[in-house]
């Protein structure tokens, strides 16, 4: 890629595109570089939204705006990209106008699932995905609605932690028998739900919603199968999201949960790249393609991307890793959690830290959870990506080091 002629075009201006934008230039390529983006925001910090999601501190911008004229990075901000033609590598955008693009980057994120019961499009039924989302719920909050949270993952225990710090009526409604079943451990889905208990959430497993009640119009509660109604005055429902890949299973790219890449973020079509929560990428010690929904999954991806489009070689893979606040609960995992992993607690010596280490069959460290223990996870991301076996009971007993146990593994 020599930098003259057609911009790298960037489809998406959130956290991927964003990064990549300012990889490209950190890099040293001169070349245009166009980042198109639904939003009319500036691009912001998403993990702020389910952690601060009212006034100022929820607003971070990724850069500042300057930043994008001032590195030659021209801001299509407010319009879609809504076709592409491959064959004459043009995008069409929803202005109308059109772009020629030497290589074209898909980063469009993904987008919260419906909820698909009567009464779910009512007022007062919220989605946490933008700043504007975010803003609609600071402002339900603020009148001191009560709280219905539909769906026990990340995003809507992050926000029940926040809600309830300010003394909002919370009840997360999980349909499964744990919440966060489908991201975490049991032992860490146990500490938590005990935590948000402990706080005064309310916390309902194994619930299924079968309507939203509504009075004229808005929602008023949510009824459970079991015929059990949940008063709120706002619903947030946080089921999950889908990978925005609509424009790519459009353009006859290969998808399949999200836009299949490979290691270096291409496509099925080789001036075409995806990253971040809308692709599916490999992942060494996984058995097929995997997408992940996170910060560092995204920049990676940025990298790897950066890497292709300079003729560079490609960054070596990064062990997967995510965090969350909850309370006073400084959460930080490393590795992906999986069915079969024997789990061994290491209890941290401050009141509230530990790690707890998912171990496979061969005593390998398949994955980390840690609570303000931020040395354990350090240590513990390392013995991930190491991949040799360990001492389960060395491993236990924090008078041992983390250090230590990486540097003798299995042996004493
Ligand atoms: C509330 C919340 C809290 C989170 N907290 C954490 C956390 O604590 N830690 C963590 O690691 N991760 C967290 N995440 C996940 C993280 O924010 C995402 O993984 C990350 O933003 C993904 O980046 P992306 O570029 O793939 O997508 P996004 O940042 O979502 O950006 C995609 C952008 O593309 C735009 N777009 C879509 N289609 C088009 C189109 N056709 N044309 C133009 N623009 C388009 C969208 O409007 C959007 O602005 C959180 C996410 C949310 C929603």
């Not at 489809?11 to 939003?39: D, I, K, P």
């Not at 692709?279 to 991806?301: F, H, K, W, Y």
């Not at 990298?303 to 300079?310: D, E, F, I, P, S």
């Not at 995510?322 to 995992?333: P, R, V």
């Amino acid at each position: 890629m020599t930098g003259t002629g057609d911009p790298v075009v960037i489809v998406g201006a959130g956290h991927g595109g964003a990064t990549l934008a300012a990889l490209l230039r950190q890099s040293g390529y001169t070349g245009g570089v166009v980042l198109v983006g639904s939003e009319v925001h500036h691009p912001y910090h998403r993990p702020p939204l389910s952690k601060k999601f009212a006034g100022p501190e929820a607003h971070q911008l990724l850069r500042p705006a300057e930043f994008y004229s001032g590195n030659d990075i021209r801001l299509r901000l407010g319009t879609a990209v809504t076709a592409i033609d491959r064959s004459a590598m043009r995008v069409r955008l929803a202005d109308g106008t059109e772009l020629g693009y030497r290589a074209l980057v898909l980063a469009t994120g993904s987008t919260p699932r419906p909820l698909p019961v009567p009464g779910a499009d009512a007022a007062g039924v919220l989605t946490l995905r933008t700043l504007d989302d975010a803003r609609a719920l600071g402002a339900a909050l603020e009148r001191g609605d009560r709280l219905a949270i539909v769906g026990g993952g990340y995003v809507g225990m992050e926000v029940a932690a926040v809600a309830r710090s300010s003394g909002i009526a919370v009840t997360v409604v999980e349909r499964e028998e744990r919440v966060l079943a489908r991201v975490a451990g049991a032992e860490l889905s146990r500490r938590l739900t005990d935590a948000h208990r402990l706080r005064g959430t309310e916390i309902r497993t194994g619930a299924q919603v079968r309507a939203i009640r509504t009075a004229d119009g808005r929602a008023r509660g949510i009824e459970l199968a079991d015929g059990t109604l949940v008063a709120a005055d706002t619903v947030l429902v946080g089921i999950g999201a889908a990978p925005d890949d609509g424009l790519a299973h459009r353009s006859g790219l290969a998808c399949d949960g999200g836009v299949l890449v490979d290691e270096q973020g291409r496509t099925s079509d080789p001036a075409v790249f995806a990253i971040g929560d809308v692709a599916r990428r490999p992942l060494p010690g996984t058995d097929g393609p995997v997408r992940l929904e996170s910060i560092p999954n995204v920049t990676e991806q940025a990298r790897q991307v950066t890497a292709a489009l300079l003729g560079a070689a490609h960054p070596a893979p990064e062990v997967p890793w995510f965090w969350s606040d909850q309370f006073d609960l400084k959460l930080k995992i490393a590795g992906l959690v999986g069915p079969g992993h024997r789990v061994v607690a290491r209890e941290g010596r401050k009141p509230g830290a530990f790690a707890l280490f998912h171990l496979t069959p061969g005593n390998t460290v398949a994955a980390v959870e840690t609570a303000n223990a931020p040395g354990d996870f350090v240590a513990g991301k390392k013995l991930v990506g190491d991949r040799t076996p360990v001492d389960p009971v060395r491993l236990a007993d924090p008078a041992v080091s983390l250090r230590d146990i990486a540097a003798t593994g299995a042996g004493v």
